[in-house]
């Protein structure tokens, strides 16, 4: 017990309600050392019932079609009537229960329209999302008292209130524990009655929505002076404040990548609360971080993910759409091998990383609430989206550069931080959530440790510990002597499958030695412990690649989904090469030779099958199969480049790809549309012409 209690982890307050706040799904087999295929299959697909169907065909892509890009970003607003449509419409209530008048959308229909928007526009992504995300409406539904869940919710269902969640402070940001905003409770003079309340001062910024919010969630810490001191800090509570409301400061704007959504400072000083508006009443006190951990376990897996799915999505059909028809030296530029391979690696990225979110959505709609799972799969999407937006940007070249209407990608391309900043940046999430939280959380037997040594139970640690033995010599064997297959994959993947078993197998042992040896310093060694967590993410999203194909096969995307899976293979087994190639202990040394002995050389993906993949995109139906939420805008360079690629299809492959190039001699469009057998020939050239310019404006 001595032993353990110097060895094992200490868990502070904030991260035990980190940690207790959401469930363990697949990624729980994979701390077990096992790929458990058969778990995994039994995962239902994603389904959308009849009415959230219609309204993403009906009400989804009329909005899509009243959204002008680049007339939103420059008016740093939505139109009125976008604004009016949203609250009609009911999107910013989404997550309601139909009893309180919301649409009582599942995971799987929420994130729909949020990627459906987002591939349009990003603020009117961002606007429909923050309510339906981590803020009143979800606090309300699973803390809320009776008489709050039935004044607010239906207001918020309406859009009669519009609400914002503020936490974060100049001083905490990723820290937000340590937020410095206080609620002194106290009895003040409230509707002609001496009420108990706090008596709140904050400063919070960055706070989305903010500037229109007619209801701010308010996390401050609460504290009360009668107790002895020592004992007076009540702990982080959550409130809503109306608004306007004396002394509450609102509505001045930041201007995050000087985008067109809502976002801005809330202050206030000496803000007189009754206890009433906390959240779930005067036993919530206290208890706010705990509720907004348990709602982040499940947002962060659904909103932000959507979103940078959607710029991928966005990414890869518009550079593989203009690398079609842009020619230059005779040829049109997608085959240069150098543009196919970022097209390509778009591509098989985004299968992955589109994978691993529908399957977390999935899961979340099946109840769980897999907190670590979410939280790889909001890392891993938000990096994937910024690095497609750079390729992308690569491609299109000048015309992705100069700003204006026909711009394809810049005002997505200048969002991308935001998503990496938000709901955990990304550099605190990959080294502190995915694999710290996942180790303690997910591990069959690190927690249960842990809580026997807190509970000094000899009995518990000695029965944990006998289990998590067995765990490591089941690794061990996994190691040395190729684990069987557990469950069945898709047809054509049981090598990808075996090398993940295979793989499983070795992260599992690497992190019982290195919790072994190291334990509570593997905490504070954040290069260690973030390749563990890119080792466990790339299998996560390799096994989720396996999942989604098992549920859509489709011979036509196989490239893709082989080279996805290979991807996140090799990039699972470069962070463990990584991780052993820089420890000093030999214990961990020797360990590494155990883990990645025997291992067959995993290769990243050869030239050819890169260039196998690129190829695959030629088919219309592949990209519709990789890029299903692209929404269809009002106008703007969107929808001339959609125009221009279905007349494309209606002439042919190689009849536009001609026509495209003919374009590049000096003659009249109808001179070189005389030229061609297709009707279209023409609107082709001018739909082209008009893809290929650029805007140009007075002074
Ligand atoms: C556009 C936008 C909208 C937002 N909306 C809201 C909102 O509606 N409500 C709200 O409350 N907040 C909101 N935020 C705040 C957001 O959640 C914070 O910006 C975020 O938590 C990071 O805090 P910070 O910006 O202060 O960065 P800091 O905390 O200063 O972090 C700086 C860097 O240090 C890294 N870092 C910090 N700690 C560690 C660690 N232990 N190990 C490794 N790296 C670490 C971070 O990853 C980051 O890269 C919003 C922010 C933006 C930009």
Redo the contacts with the bound molecule.
């Keep these: 017990m001595a032993a353990f209690t110097e060895a094992l982890p200490k868990i502070g307050e904030t991260e035990r309600a980190a940690l207790e706040s959401g469930t363990v799904g697949f990624e729980g087999c994979l701390f077990a050392g096992k790929a458990d295929f058969a778990r995994l299959a039994a995962i239902p697909a994603e389904r959308l019932d009849e009415e959230e169907r219609v309204f993403l065909e009906e009400q989804v892509a009329e909005l899509c079609g009243m959204l002008d890009d680049f007339a939103i970003d420059e008016a740093h607003d939505l139109p009125a009537e976008v604004w009016d449509y949203l609250r009609r419409h009911r999107f910013f209530g989404m997550i309601i229960p139909r009893a309180y008048g919301g649409l009582e959308f599942s995971h799987a229909a929420h994130a729909a329209v949020v990627t459906r928007i987002a591939s349009v526009n990003l603020a009117a992504a961002v606007t429909v999302m ?1 309510p339906n995300s981590l ?1 009143p409406a979800e606090l309300l539904l699973r803390y809320g008292t009776e008489a709050q869940k039935a004044h607010y919710l239906p207001r918020l269902a309406r859009s009669e209130d519009l609400p ?5 402070s100049p001083y ?5 524990a340590a937020i410095p905003d206080v609620g002194v409770l106290t009895q003040r003079e409230w509707n002609g009655a001496m009420t108990p309340g706090f008596a709140l001062t904050f400063s ?7 500037p229109v919010a007619t209801v701010v969630g308010l ?1 401050f810490n609460a504290i009360d002076p009668a107790r002895p001191a020592g004992s007076q800090e009540l702990g982080i509570t959550c409130a809503l404040i109306p608004v306007p409301h004396p002394g509450l400061r609102i509505g001045a704007r ?1 201007r ?2 000087n985008g067109a959504f809502m ?1 801005g400072p809330v202050q206030g000083e000496d803000v007189f609360i009754p206890l009433d508006w906390v959240i779930g009443g005067k036993q919530n006190i206290g208890k706010g971080w705990r509720m907004l951990m348990e709602c982040l376990a499940t947002g962060r897996g659904i909103s932000l993910p959507a979103l940078s799915v959607a710029l991928q999505q966005t990414s890869l059909y518009v550079a593989n759409g203009y690398a079609r028809l842009r020619n230059q030296f005779g040829l049109s530029i997608h085959r240069f091998p150098n543009i196919a391979t970022p097209l390509a690696q778009m591509a098989a990225e985004l299968y992955a990383t589109d994978a691993a979110r529908r399957l977390t959505t999935c899961v979340l709609d099946q109840g769980e609430r897999p907190s670590v799972a979410s939280a790889i799969v909001k890392y891993h999407s938000t990096e994937a989206a910024r690095r497609a937006l750079n390729h992308g940007m690569d491609i299109l070249a000048g015309k992705a550069i100069c700003a204006g209407p026909s711009n394809l990608l810049s005002i997505a391309y200048r969002h991308a931080p ?1 998503a990496i ?9 990959r ?2 959530i995915i694999f710290g939280q996942g180790a303690v959380r997910c591990h069959p037997y690190l927690l249960r440790e842990i809580q026997a040594v807190e509970q000094r139970d000899a009995s518990a640690l000695g029965e944990a510990l006998l289990g998590h033995c067995g765990q490591v010599l089941h690794c061990l064997r996994g190691i040395l002597l190729q684990a069987p297959l557990l469950g069945q994959v898709p047809r054509g993947f049981e090598r990808e499958a075996r090398t993940i078993t295979r793989l499983a197998a070795s992260f599992a042992f690497t992190t019982d030695v290195c919790v072994g040896i190291l334990g509570g310093k593997l905490k504070r060694l ?1 290069l260690l412990s973030t390749r563990l967590g890119d080792a466990l993410s790339h299998l996560y999203m390799a096994c989720a690649c396996l999942w989604r194909y098992a549920g859509q096969p489709d011979a036509g995307l196989a490239p893709v989904v082989h080279g996805a899976v290979r991807q996140q293979i090799w990039l699972a087994s470069a962070a463990l090469h990584a991780l052993y190639g820089n420890v000093s202990n030999p214990a961990l040394r020797v360990a590494g030779m155990v883990a990645l002995g025997g291992l067959r050389p995993i290769r990243r993906l050869r030239d050819a099958e890169t260039l196998a993949i690129a190829e695959a995109l030629d088919d219309p139906l592949v990209i519709g199969r990789l890029c299903p939420d692209m929404g269809l805008p009002r106008a703007g360079g969107l929808r001339d480049l959609h125009d221009l690629l279905s007349l494309a299809q209606e002439i042919g492959e190689e009849e536009s790809q001609r026509l495209a190039g003919a374009i590049r001699q000096s003659k009249a469009l109808e001179e070189i549309a005389a030229t061609s057998a297709a009707p279209q020939a023409l609107a082709f050239l001018r739909a082209l012409d008009k893809v290929i310019q650029v805007d140009s404006f007075p002074e």
């Design positions: 923050v803020g914002c969640f503020a936490l974060t905490a940001g990723s820290d937000a919070k910024r960055y706070i989305t929505l903010a996390a930041h995050p990548m976002n935001i900043t938000v709901e955990g940046a990304n550099i605190l999430t080294a502190l954040e």
